[in-house]
Every structure is written in structure tokens, then in C-alpha cells.
């Protein structure tokens, strides 16, 4: 690749800074633009598998330090309405056969810092927080593109512009031409993540989740510090109704105080700790929510623009987001590397590359969500005694191929990743 290739970024989460890191290898002259005014350090626990842990092992002293970073949580028990343990799920001790607790569980900050570190200091990546892309102008398909900025920073052209901004990307919107909402497939599912005061998991790194009728799901996972305790509130509306999240989309676009109060009302008579963690929930700083997508385009790129990570292939409840982060990135700066001069092959070889990796980490096995917060007091009761079952005959092959892509193994072939030959060691 010509070390006069320019690429701009945008977003500086997982995607970002892994497009960043792979495209410098490349010999290419990367800006990563980021809207927040600084890395954000917050977030909920992800996990790293298959692909993730391929990409993950190819960049050096970055499985170290996601294990110095991993969380404490070894386990989640599945609670039963009494409040006692119906089912446990562990880490299996294999990080190549991953269950339904990962070997590689961090908190997003905590990896998004560590991809920060480990490209900081590259002489060929530039960061720029506070920053959005306002326009972009594709001029010519073949030439390079102008993009201008929201803070009013001077417009510059770029060879190569990477949507790395989620599954909402305003960039997206932008560079293909449409609504940001386009392309965004509904699961019907929402969350929101916070942390409270106080040590609710007394001591154990065997994490809790409660569902009620309804569909409504909570979990607490430990903090290391034991000073305060993670906390999710999930709500799994059936997938045959209707823009069933609307109602928190709209509370979420007027503020978290008004968040709050919906999330409030919707878990009221949640029974078990839900009072008291709600109680707790509306102190809470570090309070956030999103809605639940897959987001689907028919293309990955359109001219010299292209998505990365959730902006071009969110793949919703399966669990495989992060690991499809680190793959597209590596696989969209391998591709243009391999095909070095020839932007549009290269485009068109990621394209070709991903969608295979794509539809199997997008796959939603029958079933799921909807397991985890059945809508019947009926439908938690059989869930209880399958999750019993399981968890007691040590099924772990069928529970694998039952979750799909995003639980299989790093060996499994349709999952491999090519090998590309870098400019940069």
C-alpha cells in the first residue's frame, strides 16, 4: 500500500482504533475522529471470541493485557423466583471453545483503552476528540473524497472514510445517502447499564440474573473493587409486535433523568431486588441505555466510504459484536493492503470477505432472546428446568452449536481469517 494513502476514522471505541492500528501497518496515514470530548472509559461487559480472539492474538501484547483487564466475573447463576440458583453457567477454561461466559470478558472501556494504547503513539495516527464528520463529498468515484467537519475544523480530503461509529452512525447516514434509522433491523429488545453503590453479589464473581413475566431481565456482575456493583435492566418485547421500543427511544432522546423514570416504571413489581436497585438506579452517574439492532445494509460501501464494526454489521442479542468489530477492521485494512493501488478491489474483497463471517455471527438461533426473559410465569418455568438440565448433564456442545456463530470455536472454517502480508512489523 502507498504510504500516501490518507483514511479517516470515525469513532474511536473497539472498530476505530483496530482499523487504525491494521491500516498503519498498511504504510496508510490514518485521523481518527471521535465525537466525545475524551476516550470513553464506561461501558458494559463485552467479550472477545472466535474471530476477536484470531484478531486479537495477530496484535501484539493485546491478549495480556486484555487478561490483566479481564472482569472478575468467572460464572452467572440463573435465579429462580424464589430468589435461589436454577442454573450456573461457568467459563469452560478453553478460550479456543468459549460457553456462555467468556475466557476474554472486559469491561468496553477498559478494551477500548487498551486499542487506544496500543495506537496512541503511532507517528501515522492522528486522534481527534470533539469531532464529527458534517458532510462528505464523493466528487468523482474514483477520486478521493472532501469531508467537512461540525466544529467548524478546516475540510480535508481523504482517500478512504471508515464509519466506525455504531449501530445509530450518523456517519452512515451521510456516506450512503440515507436515514441513520435505514438499514437498522429491530430485535425489540433495550437495555440500560449502570453501576450502584455496595457490593449486592457479597463477595462471588458468580454473577445474577432475574427475569419477570414480561419479558424484563436484570443481571448484576461484580466490580473488582467491590465498592459497587454492575447492573443491566433488558426488556425483550415479543418480535411479532410492533415498534415495540418506541416508547424508550423516546424517553431516551429527552435525557437520562426521563430515562430513568421509564425504566422506573417498566420494572416496577419486579420483585426480588428490583426495588432496591431501582431505588439505587436513580443516583446513579454512569446511567446509559440503547436500543438493541442488527443493522443490515445491502452494500458495505458505497464510492470510498465504508463501514466497520456495528455501523455496517451490528449483529444484535448474538454476542458477537465486539469480535465482529475486530475482524472487519482487520479485514478491511488487509484487503486494501492486498490489493495496493486498487481501492475499489480492495472494498470489494472486504465485501466478499465479511459477509460469510456476517451472516453466521448474525445468526438469532430460535428461541433467543426471548430464553432469557420468557413472557409467561409457564414459559420461565420450562426455561428454569431446561437452564437446570443443561447446566446439570454439562451440555456444553449442544449449548455451542444452540447459540451459533458467536459460541463456536476459533477453528471452526468458516470462521477462519486470512493471513495478510504488512509494509509494517
Known sequence: MSSNLRVLIVGASIAGPTAAYWFARAGARVTVVERFPALRTNGQGIDIRTV???VMRRMPGMEAAVLA??????????????GRPVATFRATGDPDQQSL???????????????????????????????????????????PLKVEFASGRPSREYDLVVACD????????IGLGC????????????????????????????????STPGGRFMALGPDPTRTKT?????????????????????????????????????FAGGGWKTRQILDAMMESEDFYGSEIVQVKPPKLYNGRFVLAGDAGYAPGPTGGGTSLALAGAYILAGEISKHAGDIDA???GYEERMR????????????VPDVFAPQTEWGLWVRNQIFSFVTWSRLVEFGQKYFGGAFASTEDDKLKLPEYKWSRL
Open 346 to 348: 480492495g472494498l470489494r
Open 179 to 210: 436515514d441513520w434509522r435505514d438499514y437498522v433491523h429491530p430485535m425489540n429488545i433495550w437495555a440500560v447499564y449502570f453501576t450502584v453503590k455496595g457490593d449486592l453479589l457479597e463477595g462471588s464473581n458468580i454473577g445474577q440474573s432475574f
Open 52 to 54: 476477536g480472539v484470531t
Open 101 to 143: 461466559v467468556s475466557e476474554y470478558e472486559i469491561f468496553r472501556g477498559d478494551l477500548a483503552g487498551i486499542l487506544y494504547d496500543l495506537t496512541k503513539d503511532d507517528e501515522s495516527i492522528e486522534y481527534v476528540f470533539g469531532e464529527q464528520v458534517s458532510a462528505i463529498d464523493q466528487r468523482g468515484r474514483e477520486g
Open 356 to 367: 460469510p463471517i456476517i451472516a453466521e455471527m448474525q445468526k438469532v438461533p430460535p428461541f
Open 230 to 266: 454492575l447492573v443491566c435492566f433488558m426488556a425483550i418485547h415479543p418480535r411479532s409486535k410492533a415498534d415495540a421500543t418506541l416508547p424508550f427511544r423516546e424517553a431516551l432522546k429527552e435525557g437520562n433523568d426521563a430515562l430513568k423514570q421509564y425504566v422506573a416504571e417498566y
Open 69 to 82: 483487564k479481564k472482569s472478575a466475573l468467572e460464572g452467572i447463576s440463573f435465579l429462580g423466583p424464589d
Open 166 to 173: 455504531g449501530s445509530s452512525s450518523r456517519t452512515r447516514a
